[in-house]
Nanobody
């Protein structure tokens, strides 16, 4: 069982930056993979970035590559999403997710989800 607690969303002007934080509280060890997804009104949930917590291997959606960075602090069981050069189209509810096997960006494969944090870019 993994509980995920997110923070760091907010409102920012285009070109600005935000950092999202996700702390994983796990009762059976560190999740194998953690990821960020987002869901805009009327759109499907899409993968943004993921990190394999053991190797540190990362993967990004093309829409955020070069602007967003996913990182981790294993000592704190925490994953971050640094978002730079934000655009209005980045506006969405952002969710942290975790899984214990595999590491893709397919939301259907993640059993554990945070409550979401809103990011609004104007």
């Amino acid at each position: 069982q993994v509980q995920l607690v997110e923070s760091g969303g907010g409102s920012v002007q285009a070109g600005g930056s935000l950092r999202l934080t996700c702390e994983a509280i796990s009762y059976s060890g560190r999740p194998y993979c953690m990821a960020w997804f987002r869901e805009a009104p009327g759109k499907r949930r899409e993968g943004v970035a993921r990190i394999a917590t053991g190797s540190g291997n990362t993967y990004y959606a093309d829409s955020v590559k070069g602007r967003f960075t996913i990182s981790q602090d294993n000592a704190k069981n925490t994953v971050y999403l640094q978002m730079n050069s934000l655009k209005p189209e980045d506006t969405a509810m952002y969710y942290c997710a975790a899984r214990t096997v595999g590491c893709t960006l397919r939301p259907s494969e993640y059993p554990y989800w945070g409550q979401g944090t809103q990011v609004t870019v104007s």
